[in-house]
């Protein structure tokens, strides 16, 4: 995913071109990770580009900037409103979103009270993060021989680049020991998720989450999955897993704003289930992809169109019940 270097860059409430788009050196985000983020996505559909759960993005990127007291001149409906220009500004019909809220330049020091809180949204084109493919055949990932933070180090509530440091070894330890991914386990041991997707699994056609006590991301796709699961009729469980649930379990399946919901054929060469995709996360998947590419309605108010005009006329009846934001 290497970026193009064109287009616009919000930065402090301007729009400037890609290559301005600079901090300093000495900024304090840069040496002690004081930077608090989300990742969305805008989807191109039939009645227009939508943004995904926007709403719920941007309040988690505010939860996460109240947990590292991090007092923003920008309010969520200002960082929303640079969100939707931002796009527009590049005319993207689909895209990735990455809001970022950072201490800036002013002083060195571990106390990040003197330096000014900054904002930025860029935007940029970028297709499924483990391949598309593996949304069809599934990936193969183990077990990270690293833990997720321990409870009162590192808030997992908050999406801060600090903790990326161990995302980053996570998945660094899978790449080099040819995996997709790797699982983390929390510090007792338990099931908790991956370096950049939270996780499910389904036995017996029960299905499994790690609950926000397992140094988990409140995941906006975990949540929308926990919903769509549930008007399918399953029985949705957050439950502390022991790591050897991920053996025997019938299926298991990633999700997240980029891994989408991505099957997991194999933990630790062990195979999942039948070892391909299987018909729970079959059915969320479509259920999903369903949503965001806009070929059922937007029944729970989940798409933001970003466009003048869109959402554009339904085809059919029965689909009337999308509202522009
Ligand atoms: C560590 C971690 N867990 C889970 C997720 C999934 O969260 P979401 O569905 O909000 O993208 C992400 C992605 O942001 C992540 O980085």
Redo the contacts with the bound molecule.
């Keep these: 995913m290497s970026f193009t270097g064109t287009g616009k860059i919000w930065m402090n409430g301007s729009l400037v071109d890609w290559a301005d788009a600079k901090i300093h050196i000495a900024s304090h985000v840069v040496h002690y990770g004081s930077a608090v983020f989300e ?1 969305a996505r805008c989807y191109e559909t039939p009645r227009g580009s939508a943004c995904f759960q926007l709403d719920a ?1 941007m309040r ?1 990127l505010m939860d996460s900037a109240r947990i590292y007291r991090m007092d923003s001149s920008f309010d969520q409906a200002t960082l929303t409103a640079a969100v939707l220009d931002t796009i527009r500004a590049n005319e993207h019909k689909a895209c990735y979103i990455r809001p970022i809220v950072y201490r800036g330049y002013h002083a060195l020091g571990v106390n990040p009270f003197p330096c000014p809180v900054d904002a930025a949204v860029l935007t940029w084109e970028w297709g499924a993060y483990l391949g598309p493919e593996a949304l069809e055949k599934g990936v193969d990932v183990q077990v990270s021989s690293w833990s997720r933070a321990a409870p009162n180090t590192f808030p997992t509530l908050a ?1 801060t680049s600090a ?2 440091a161990n ?1 980053q070894l996570i998945k660094m330890e899978a790449v080099v020991q040819g995996y997709s991914e790797g699982i983390a386990l929390d510090s007792f041991g338990y099931i908790s ?6 996780l499910f699994l389904v036995r017996d056609e029960v299905i499994y989450t790690p609950p926000l006590s397992s140094a ?2 409140p ?4 949540n929308s999955i926990v919903t769509i699961a549930r008007d399918l009729g399953f029985q949705v469980k957050e439950e502390v897993m022991p790591r050897e649930m991920l053996y025997i379990a019938d299926e298991a399946f990633f ?5 989408e919901v991505t099957p997991i054929r194999s933990v630790d060469k062990i195979v999942v289930g039948a070892g391909r995709r299987g018909p729970v996360t079959e059915a969320l998947q479509s259920g999903f992809f369903d949503i965001i590419n806009g070929e059922k309605p937007d029944r729970y108010g989940w798409l933001t169109y970003v466009y003048p005009g869109e959402p554009r006329q339904a085809v059919g009846a029965g689909q009337a019940s999308q509202v522009a934001r």
């Design positions: 990742g993005h988690r999406k903790n990326y995302s998720e991956g370096s950049g997707q939270n988990v991301l995941g906006i796709t975990r999700v997240g704003t980029a891994a």
